[in-house]
């Protein structure tokens, strides 16, 4: 991204130069227009996440306190990068689900935080329950560390709903 950006502005500059060398009174005009073109092309280069990434839950102990746990109790099943099994969505001969992504290429960005919370604590089927094994604030920065994973458009759709059942069950 940045050599592209790079490239763009020294094409531009020459665009410029080239143009100063024509005629005097054109070149601060021509610089102009070589200016606005570049902003331009930088905002157009730029994606809407670029622009305004939106602010995860968690400050960096948290999140660093999350991935701690997770390797600890978590990424046996669901992969050391929250990656999960490829087929999550195939059952086992014994009709049981493999562990699935929560690095936001599955579903669990579809689940509101306290329903996170609470399958962390139950688990099920095949996943154990960490209601004693894990307090409320260590299951709340695991959470904050997967949702680090989360693409920014992911967690921006994932927000807006979870801001929405927060206000519905209150
Ligand atoms: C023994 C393997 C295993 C361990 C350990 C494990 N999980 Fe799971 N997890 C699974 C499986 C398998 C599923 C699918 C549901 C089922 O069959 O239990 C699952 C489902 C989930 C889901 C629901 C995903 C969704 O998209 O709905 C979440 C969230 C989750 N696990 C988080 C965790 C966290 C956090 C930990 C560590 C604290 C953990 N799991 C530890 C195997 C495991």
Not at 152 to 158: L, S
């Amino acid at each position: 991204m940045k050599t592209m950006l790079l490239f763009v502005l020294v094409a531009l500059l020459s665009v410029a130069g080239n143009a100063e060398s024509d005629e005097a009174a054109s070149s601060a005009t021509a610089q102009q227009q070589a200016a606005d073109e570049l902003k331009q092309a930088v905002d157009e280069s730029l994606t809407s996440a670029d622009k305004k990434a939106p602010e995860r839950p968690g400050d960096f102990s948290m999140v660093m306190n999350g991935a701690k746990l997770f390797a600890k109790n978590c990424a046996q099943c669901h992969g050391p990068r929250a990656q999960g099994f490829v087929n999550w969505r195939r059952r086992d001969a014994s009709g049981n689900f493999p562990p699935p992504p929560l690095d936001g290429s599955a579903h669990t960005w579809h689940h509101p935080r306290r329903q996170l919370v609470n399958t962390i604590k139950n688990g099920g089927r095949v996943m154990p329950p960490f209601e004693s094994r894990l307090t409320e604030t260590e299951i709340s920065n695991i959470i904050d560390y997967l949702i680090s994973l989360w693409p920014d458009e992911i967690y921006a759709v994932w927000a807006e709903r979870n801001a929405k059942f927060e206000k519905r069950s209150r």
